[in-house]
């Protein structure tokens, strides 16, 4: 009998979601951006189409492949809590959409800001049932982007 994995059902982030991310960010054009858990990149790549430089986390293989298909910048497979203590250069920015099951929230918003460059911006996409001490909240729907800004 073959064994089959546990595969996470994609839940990417919605139009509207993408879309207000992009207008609060507003201009990104040159600036450093980090796609963690970043599923089918759908973020990154509309942070490489805005002109930032960016850095696409996942840890499913075959959707790193995808990504690596349509991305020109670098695709990096493993986990995001891991290659947040290895970065090369301090992100500007860094996007964080785990999946809903993900336990390890304090662990991610500590490491993330810890990477950041100072005044850096770490967003957190996530179920509205989920509270965290942000900066700053924004709701849609079932899904809230938390903020915290890095301070220098």
Known sequence: MKKT??????RPTSSLVKNALFNILGDIEGLYFVDLFAGTGQVGLEAERR????????KNPARVEEIKKRAKGKVIRGDALRVLERLEEQP???F??????????KALIEKSLRALSPGG??????????????DEERRYGDTVLSFWRKVA
């Open 51 to 58: 002109g930032a430089r960016v850095i696409y986390v996942e």
């Open 5 to 10: 994995r546990k595969v996470q059902k994609l």
């Open 96 to 105: 964080a959409d785990p999946p809903y099951n993900f336990d390890r929230y």
């Open 92 to 94: 500007d920015i860094i």
């Open 121 to 134: 911006l770490f967003i957190l996409e996530h179920d509205k049932r989920k509270r965290f001490d942000a």
